[in-house]
């Protein structure tokens, strides 16, 4: 990245001109000076044109002698060709006054053409900037100011500014103080998706976005989002009791159910083995969970319970894990997937263009939450072994309507100046259940604070990024990613190859002296580069000696959820994604998220009233990884991320396919396939890897080519054998469904184990190739 088109460096070209005619002028006057003192000399040289040897074919000069004036001068073999020229002949006074007058001439001449310049250049230096400006470019530039002695001044190309300069360029344009205004603008009331208070705070950041004079655009897309029914609330009813929950899940199947209550802690399938071990039936139960607390989303409890026979679900946050809350009410939604569910795989621009659908990762069994005083009831009456339940039956009823909904985001991009085809998104969802200050406000303040510091990276200070940056603000963020998604879905074709990576900027401040991160691999060395450079919210050295410098991996990274906003770039879309939350030791979730107290005076108490300052490392942090990815001529990019990863997922499921062909019942099938799939991608790797060392990281067409492979692995992970419809998530190694290769290590079906194992060993395969050279240069190489 370097300056260009800087006010200062017409003036310093201007100075450099005027500096060269200055010295041209001297340098014709140091000549005539030469000539004059030449004939004064007593050594005189002929005035004849020196004369070719016709033997040597060499020039020869006839010197004069003072010593012996009469001396015949020829060539070598002193044969005579010219005799000295008799004094008399140069009339030597004549010839002086007109050597004088020459002299006084060109002095002339130089000395008006020094005052005209001396004018022109003082008249433009009126309008131009003050001496301390100039000194500043000087010195970004390079140029000296010339010494005391009166040395000439050597004007110097153009100097491109350092990365740390230019990113502490960017640091410096964060502040407490303006996040604190910040967060005063977009903390409203009430911001549910398609609401008065989204609507508002949509076009409040769209006339933002103009303001700076960012290209801005919005697109709109009409989705199914299912709320409570006003005439019909929701109910649990258990023996005399009924309660009547506000709080609510999205997407939950509607209907009424009756069934026996078990309690199965957290809802997951050890969870569900232990009542099954006590004796407890779980086929035809209703089923009592404690919410997950960063154990499992609602959809992935309600999922395990489907799978299990369950008729029904019960979510209640327990005080233990929600920091000794009690009385609350949880929203969220159970939809093991994002975007609108009644558009799978497409965009809900128009719901009349598509024929009507429904997502498979629906649930086909009621789900609602309830407060810790109701599930306390039922639990004391619960009965059966281990206070497991199986004995009381209670009742469910859930009456939520689907609203066909208007939901907005809004886009501005700065354009690269280089690669503009080509752009990292930072994005924030606006809606919450609440007041979501932890979950909107903050995300929302940073996305925007970071538009308003690159904007003025560029046009104050002069940065020009290669790439481009685009900011996002999503609707319907909570029910599911639904905005993001749906973006997704429309314009997948359009992001193909140029949709570098996506940085989500939900929930980066939930706590204080903890920090956590759920990233593609290809980002993770990026990441840690990062967390080395900035500064830590606690004051005292950087995030990476936050989180324990050598054990960093164990201590931030996470893998990413169904539910995490930057799942659907990285799963569905085959974009390298990331998140990240400073939060509170040992306290992963924020317990107020999704509820109504998620408000500013909880999320100030997390962070020991250092809300603002801990957004100010937030916005370093997203605003540096940025910054580098649209910077370098070669992404910051690093496919041995996945060396560990993959390892981790191919080694079970070889063990798995080896165990099954040996007893015999998988047949026709070699485990070598698997194993020779998993050894090419690793050999592409390390291939890679050779180029990136032996590329010249400032040569654009030879990082272009590695860049493009970069970008290649992730989209070349997702599965082509899948339908978006019953696997929108068709990553193979970090998606979601019977294709990845977690769930083909669980599969005990030999046929399709042996269809969907020939599948991905093959999908390991192209990505492998892909990587490694062109079509005409592909002979199986890897």
């Known amino acids: 990245m370097v300056l260009y088109d800087r006010p200062e460096g017409h003036i310093l070209k201007y100075l450099s001109a005027a500096a060269k005619r200055e010295r041209s002028s001297r340098i014709k006057m140091d000549r005539v000076k030469s000539t004059f003192d030449t004939m004064l000399k007593s050594v005189r040289y002929s005035r004849f044109p020196t004369q070719r040897d016709e033997e040597t074919n060499q020039n020869v000069m006839f010197k004069l002698s003072e010593d012996d004036d009469n001396a015949e001068v020829g060539p070598a073999d002193g044969s005579p060709r010219f005799r000295r020229v008799p004094d008399s002949a140069f009339n030597g006074w004549r010839l002086f006054i007109i050597l004088a007058l020459s002299f006084l001439l060109v002095f002339a001449v130089g000395c008006l053409v020094g005052h005209f310049t001396g004018k022109k250049l003082d008249t433009e230096s009126a309008s131009c900037p003050t001496q301390s400006v100039l000194a500043g470019v000087a010195k970004e530039q390079g140029t000296g100011k010339g010494d005391d002695n009166g040395s000439e001044d050597v004007p110097q190309e153009e100097v491109p500014m350092s990365w740390n300069e230019i990113s502490q360029l960017l640091d410096d344009k964060f502040t407490r103080p303006a996040f604190d205004e910040r967060f005063k603008t977009f903390d409203v009331p009430s911001r549910s998706a398609g609401s008065e208070g989204d609507i508002s705070l949509a076009a409040a950041i769209s006339d933002e976005f103009k303001a700076l004079d960012l290209e801005t655009w919005s697109d709109v897309h009409y989705v199914q989002l299912q709320k409570p029914n006003s005439q019909r609330p929701n109910t649990v009813t258990f023996g005399s009791e009924v309660f009547k929950p506000t709080g609510y899940l999205a997407y939950s199947a509607i209907g009424k159910v009756e069934g026996k209550l078990v309690y199965a802690t957290y809802g997951r399938r050890q969870d569900i083995d232990a009542v099954r071990a006590a004796g407890v039936e779980v086929n035809g139960s209703v089923l009592l969970f404690r919410a997950g607390a960063g154990k499992l989303t609602f959809a992935e409890q309600v999922a395990n319970a489907e799978a299990q026979g369950a008729l029904a679900v019960l979510i209640y946050p327990d005080p233990e894990d929600f920091d000794n809350m009690a009385d609350f009410e949880l929203y969220g939604h159970v939809h093991l997937g994002s975007g609108d569910p009644y558009t799978p795989g497409f965009p809900s621009f128009n719901h009349t263009q598509f024929p009507p659908t429904r997502s498979s990762a629906l649930p086909s069994i009621p789900a609602q939450t309830i407060t810790f005083p109701m599930a306390t009831t039922l639990l004391k009456s619960i009965g059966g072994p281990n206070k497991m339940g199986g004995v009381e039956k209670i009742s469910v009823e859930v009456n939520n309507e689907l609203v066909n909904t208007k939901v907005h985001n809004v886009f501005a991009v700065l354009k690269g100046f280089i690669d503009p085809d080509q752009y990292v998104v930072l994005g924030a969802q606006r809606d919450a259940w609440g007041p979501g200050y932890a979950r909107a406000t903050v995300g929302c303040s940073v996305l925007m604070e970071m538009a308003k510091a690159f904007k003025d990276l560029v046009e104050r200070d002069g940065v020009r990024p290669r790439r481009s940056v685009v900011f996002a603000s999503w609707g319907a963020g909570e029910y599911g990613s639904v905005g993001a998604t749906e973006f997704l879905e429309g314009y997948l074709s359009s992001i193909d190859r140029k949709l570098v990576t996506y940085i989500s900027l939900d929930g980066v401040v939930t706590g204080r002296g903890g920090f956590v991160a759920s990233a ?169 890897n050779r180029v990136i060392t032996n590329t010249d990281p400032k040569e654009e067409h030879g990082c272009r080519r590695v860049n493009e492979k970069l970008m290649s692995v992730e989209r070349n992970l997702l599965s082509p054998y899948v339908s978006p419809v019953e696997s929108p998530f068709r990553h193979l190694v970090l998606g979601r469904g019977k294709h990845t290769l977690a769930a083909l290590a669980e599969n005990k079906d030999p046929q399709e184990l042996r269809i969907q194992l020939a599948f991905a060993s093959w999908n390991l395969k192209m990505c492998a190739h892909a990587v490694v050279s062109d079509i005409w240069e592909n002979d199986n190489q890897v």
């Open 520 to 688: 593609s691999p290809m980002l993770r060395k990026l990441l840690e580069d990062t967390i080395k450079q900035v500064k830590s919210p606690l004051d005292r050295g950087t995030v990476y000696n936050m989180v324990g410098q050598t054990k960093w991996e164990a201590n931030v990274l996470r893998p990413m959820s169904v539910d995490d906003p930057a799942y659907p770039f990285l799963a569905f879309a085959g974009v390298p994604s990331i998140s990240f939350h400073f939060i509170t030791p040992n306290m992963e979730t924020y317990p107020y998220d999704g509820t109504c107290l998620d408000n500013a005076d909880h999320l100030n108490y997390n962070t020991a009233q250092k809300t603002g300052a801990i957004a100010v490392v937030a916005a370093q942090l997203a605003g540096r990884m940025a910054l580098r990815l649209v910077h370098d001529h070669m992404l910051s990019l690093d496919m041995s991320g996945y060396r560990k990863v993959l390892l981790k997922a191919y080694s079970p499921l070889y063990m798995h396919v080896r165990n099954l062909v040996k007893s015999g019942e998988l047949e026709g099938v070699d485990p070598k396939w698997l194993a020779n799939a998993y050894g090419s991608f690793t050999r592409a790797m390390a291939n890679l």
